[in-house]
C-alpha cells in the first residue's frame, strides 16, 4: 500500500484516496482488449496500491462481473459506486421510473457480488422534475433506506447541476474536470460548499493529450476542441519537464473542493504512471496559475 493521499468526501464522512479507479475500460467487447484475468490484476493492483474508489455502472458492458469476480472478497477494503436509471442490457438506454431504479440496483448487487452499494449515482444529469415525475428519486431513497445503497448521488452536468445542488438531496456529485474542460470549476465548488462529495471524472481528458487526441471523441467537449485548448494556450511551455498526463492528473488533483478523481484504465502501466503523478499531489501554485492564466486567455476558463 502506498501513502496515497485522502480525503473525507463531503457529508458522507468516508475516507477516500484521491486517485479512484474508473472501471468504464473495463467493459468487454466494447471496449479495450483486456481478458479477464488481466482485468483481475489490475482491480487487485489498485486496491493494493492504496486506491479505494471504484466507480462502475449498470452499463459498462462486463465491469460489474469482473469487479463482483475478482474482488468481491475484498468487499470491505472500497467504497463502490454504481448508476442508476440505466436499462439492463440495453447500453446507453435511461428510463427513470421506480420499478427500473430497483431492478437496476439489484442486478447491480448481484453481479458485484455485495449486499451494499456505497453510492448509486443518476447516470444522467437529470432535472428535479425527471427524477421525481415517476418516482426514481423516492425509489433511489427507498433502497437507501432498506441499506442497499448507503449514500444517493447524481452524475451532474451545467446546467440541471445548478438545480441539483439546492435540492438538498444528494450526498456526492460526480463532475467532469480536468484543465481541458474546466467548465465545471466554480460549481464544483458550490456543491463541494453545500456538504456533498466531490468525485471528478474525465480527469485525465481521456489520454487525449498524450497525442491520442482522437479518444475524446463523444465526450463532453470534442477532441478538436481539446487539442486547439492545449496548443492555444501553448500548456507544453508551462510544463516545466514533467509530462503531459502528469500535468493533466495533477491539475485536476489541484482543484481545491475535489475528493478523489476516478480515473479511467485499462493499462496497468498507465495505473502505476498515474499512481506516481497523484503521490506528488497538486502541482505548484505558479504553476495552476500560470496555465489557468493562459487558458483563460483562450477562452477555456470556468463557466460556473
Ligand atoms: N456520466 C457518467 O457518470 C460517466 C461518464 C464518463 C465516465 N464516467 C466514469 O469516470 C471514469 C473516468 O472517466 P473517463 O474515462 O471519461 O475519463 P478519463 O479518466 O479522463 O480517461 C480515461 C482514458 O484515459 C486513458 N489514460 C488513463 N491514464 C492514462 C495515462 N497515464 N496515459 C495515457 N492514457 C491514459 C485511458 O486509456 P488506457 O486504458 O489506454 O490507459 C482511458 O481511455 C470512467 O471510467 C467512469 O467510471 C462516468
Known sequence: VTDLATSILGRTGV??????????ELRGPSGPSVSDAEAGRLLNEV???????????????????????????????????????????????????A????????TS??????DHLD????????????MEEHGALQELLKLRD??????????????????QVPMGVFDVFQVPYSALQREHEKVITTAAESGAGIIIRGGVAKGAPTGAWGRAENYMI??????????????????????????????????PSLH??????????HFHDNLAAAGKGPLPADMIAEAKRRLDAVGAGATA
Open 15 to 24: 475516507e477516500v484516496s484521491i486517485l479512484g479507479y474508473g472501471a468504464y
Open 47 to 97: 486496491l493494493d496500491s492504496g486506491v479505494n474508489v471504484i466507480d462502475t455502472a449498470i452499463d459498462y458492458g462486463i465491469s460489474e462481473d469482473l469487479i463482483g469476480r475478482y474482488i468481491a472478497r475484498r468487499r470491505d477494503e472500497y467504497f463502490l459506486a454504481g448508476k442508476c436509471g440505466c436499462v439492463v442490457g440495453q447500453e446507453g438506454l435511461h428510463v427513470h421510473t
Open 99 to 106: 420499478a427500473n431504479i430497483r431492478e437496476g440496483v439489484e
Open 109 to 114: 448487487l448481484r453481479r458485484l457480488k455485495t
Open 119 to 130: 453510492l448509486v449515482q443518476f447516470h444522467l444529469s437529470l432535472t428535479k422534475q425527471q
Open 146 to 163: 432498506e441499506g442497499k445503497v448507503r449514500y444517493v448521488g447524481e452524475s451532474g452536468t451545467l446546467p440541471n447541476i445548478l438545480e
Open 222 to 255: 470534442n477532441p478538436d476542441m481539446m487539442k486547439i485548448r492545449w496548443e492555444e494556450a501553448g500548456l507544453d511551455d508551462v510544463l516545466g519537464g514533467i509530462s503531459r498526463m502528469e500535468f493533466m492528473l495533477r491539475f485536476t488533483l489541484s482543484h
Open 260 to 269: 478523489t478523481a476516478i480515473v479511467g484504465t485499462s493499462n496497468i502501466d
